[in-house]
């Protein structure tokens, strides 16, 4: 491979890529910001979360292709978490937190590892083993 091979190829490829960039800016999809999401021009609405933990909704909300944007509101004593979306992704939003919520409540259902361990070092301590050692010689 020679010098002019490989100058050649390198201005073919930034004249690929600078050929790629006059096709359009690209929008944005999923989590972004509201700036982002109200620039759009397509209707912005919002839903209001209490919950702290938001990283789970987040990926359901990925999974329904959702464009949407986070902001958190510290204004109470409990911070609260806007959800903004555009208007035409309402169904599918609904569907992500129905999901979500049925996920939240599975989760407050199962019971805490921590009372589990607890509950079986209680057993463990009732149950009375003797430690006593038996020494077995094998004849061969």
Same mark, same amino acid.
């Given at each position: ?39 759009? *021009? ?30 958190? *509101? ?5 911070? @609260?978490?806007?959800?903004?979306? @555009? ?43 003797? @430690? ?5 010689? *094998?004849?061969?």
């Amino acid at each position: 491979m020679t010098a002019n091979v490989l100058k050649s190829a390198i201005s073919k490829y930034l004249a690929y890529r600078k050929e790629k960039k006059r096709e359009g800016p690209v929008k944005p999809c999923g989590k972004q910001s509201v700036k982002q999401l109200v620039g759009q *021009d397509q209707g912005v609405t919002n839903i209001e979360i209490t919950d702290k933990n938001i990283k789970d909704f987040e990926r359901i909300a990925r999974k329904y292709g959702v464009d949407f944007a986070l902001k958190k *509101d510290k204004t109470g004593d409990i911070p @609260k978490y806007l959800v903004f979306f @555009k208007a035409r992704d309402a169904d599918a939003l609904t569907a992500a937190f129905k999901e979500y919520t049925a996920k939240t409540d599975r989760k407050k259902e199962r019971p805490s590892v921590l009372k589990k361990l607890r509950k079986f070092k209680e057993v463990a301590a009732d149950i009375d083993t003797p @430690k006593v050692r038996k020494k077995e010689m *094998d004849a061969r």
